[in-house]
């Protein structure tokens, strides 16, 4: 009746993602590779105020992107503005770039962080894709390397430094390890500063989300209002603990 042609689902968060399409797949098991690496795209984007990020992975010598995510306002404004469904992230994907060229490429090779606070102001030469930033307005861009290949984000503000997102990305994947392992519904990673305890960074389950979100309806959670308590050193579960 709908057309539906292929179906995927594998057990996640404590319940089944289902996934389908009016077209055929052939590969099942890459595209729950390609869910989880944009997961962490769309978390890379949370973190940082980015509007779009790119995951580059390398092939016989050159960085190709297998996977992009656009956050919804960063997409709406470039259809707005375009009338089609085109942004710098999918712009960037028919893009290949050797190994130690340009930004990514230089991340990859050198296996340390790169930032350019106004790409609009490089040269093709320090940067192969400087058509398609002018053309959509791409200025600060980060390049973090990453799980064997390159993180690369960015927005059309100008940032004076490169948002921290490798260690927020790994302290949440450690949070999600720690649900699943242990059943949790949630979880958070406390720092210190100035004599108090604050939460750096959180998770929460899906099922615990819809669940809050069914109840309240107003998007909070333990975990949210949790953030907005600073807590004592030396007082109370997490203070002792410190």
């Known amino acids: 009746e709908f057309g539906i042609k292929s179906i995927g689902a594998y057990f996640c968060d404590g319940g089944v993602l289902e ?62 503005r375009r009338g089609d469904e085109e942004t710098f992230a999918t712009k960037s994907k028919s893009v290949s770039i050797a190994v130690g060229e340009g930004l990514v490429g230089r991340a990859f090779a050198q296996e340390v962080e790169q930032f350019v606070p106004d790409a609009c102001a490089l040269t093709f030469d320090g940067f192969p894709r400087l058509h398609l930033a002018r053309e959509f307005g791409i200025r600060s861009i980060g390049a973090v390397p990453y799980d064997g290949g390159v993180l690369e984000f960015g927005t059309d503000e100008l940032w004076t430094s490169m948002p921290g997102v490798k260690a927020a990305l790994d302290r949440e994947t450690k949070l999600r390890a720690a649900c699943e392992a242990s059943g949790a519904v949630y979880a958070l990673f406390w720092t210190e500063s100035a004599g108090k305890l604050c939460v750096a960074a959180r998770y929460n389950t899906p099922v615990r989300v819809w669940a809050c979100q069914a109840s309240r309806r107003d998007g909070e959670t333990f975990v949210t209002r949790s953030q907005k308590t600073p807590l004592p050193v030396g007082k109370g579960l997490i203070g002792r603990v410190f």
């Open 19 to 80: 996934f389908g399409t009016t077209e055929q797949w052939s590969c099942p098991h890459q595209l729950r590779a390609a869910i989880n690496v944009t997961l962490k795209l769309k978390a890379a984007c949370d973190k940082t105020g980015a509007g779009y990020a790119l995951f580059w992975a390398e092939h016989k010598g050159k960085l190709s992107p297998v996977a992009h995510y656009n956050t919804m306002a960063r997409y709406a404004s470039c259809k707005a």
